[in-house]
């Protein structure tokens, strides 16, 4: 499993994560881990990482999580849009 973490939010006091596994890229927040003065545990926060990508591998080994696919971008979609919007002018 191939972790990386991103930078703090401090709005959100999340971290974003990518998990890989497997040829399967999960990308989430996670909640990040403060210290006594309510500053961000850098150390405790990848702590906590790891034990999320334990159920990430998990859920991933039983399908539970799987690689999506991301349909092809057309030109026709405008071209569609645009005449959908034309015959509601009617």
Known sequence: MKISIGAFDAATRTVAVTFEHDGVRHERAVNACLDAKGGYDATAT????????????YKIAAGVIAATVTPPSSSNADDSSAR????RRV
Do not use: C, P, Q, S
Request: proline share 0%; aromatic share 0%; hydrophobic share 45%.
């Open 46 to 57: 990848a702590a906590r990482v790891d034990e999320v990508g334990r159920g990430v591998e």
């Open 84 to 87: 959908l919007a034309n015959d």
